[in-house]
Nanobody, 125 residues
Framework: QVQPLESGGGSVQAGGSLRLSCAFS????????MGWFRQAPGKERELVAA????????LYADSVKGRFTISRDNAKNTVYLQMNSLKPDDTADYYC??????????????????WGQGTRVTVSS
């Protein structure tokens, strides 16, 4: 059974930082690409960042480029999302997902297959 489990959410003031962690239970963590999504109240869930199995390819939403960094440690079965210069617009429930990373003709995409339960991030102004 593949089950991502997020941690590290909380409340922070604008301009601050948080690091989310996602522990992966199940076999063959290194077989999966990993991603972080978020869903703000009243909005659709959106992809924030993703990376392939080795961490050599990453993609980010335009809204977080230069502020967020996704990384993984395959020895620890864990993926991270370092969030700096947080803004109130970053307030959302953040979800970790395991899935598939695709790259073709200059395009990249991440398709989630297994979801975590989510962790809440609140950024106050």
């Amino acid at each position: 059974q593949v089950q991502p489990l997020e941690s590290g959410g909380g409340s922070v003031q604008a301009g601050g930082s948080l690091r989310l962690s996602c522990a992966f239970s199940g076999h063959m963590f290194s077989n999966y690409a990993m991603g972080w999504f978020r869903q703000a109240p009243g909005k659709e869930r959106e992809l924030v960042a993703a990376l392939n199995w080795s961490g050599t390819h990453t993609l980010y939403a335009d809204s977080v480029k230069g502020r967020f960094t996704i990384s993984r440690d395959n020895a620890k079965n864990t993926v991270y999302l370092q969030m700096n210069s947080l803004k109130p617009d970053d307030t959302a429930d953040y979800y970790c997902a395991a899935g598939r990373y695709s790259a073709w003709g200059g395009n990249e995409d991440f398709a989630a297959q297994y979801w975590g339960q989510g962790t809440r991030v609140t950024v106050s102004s």
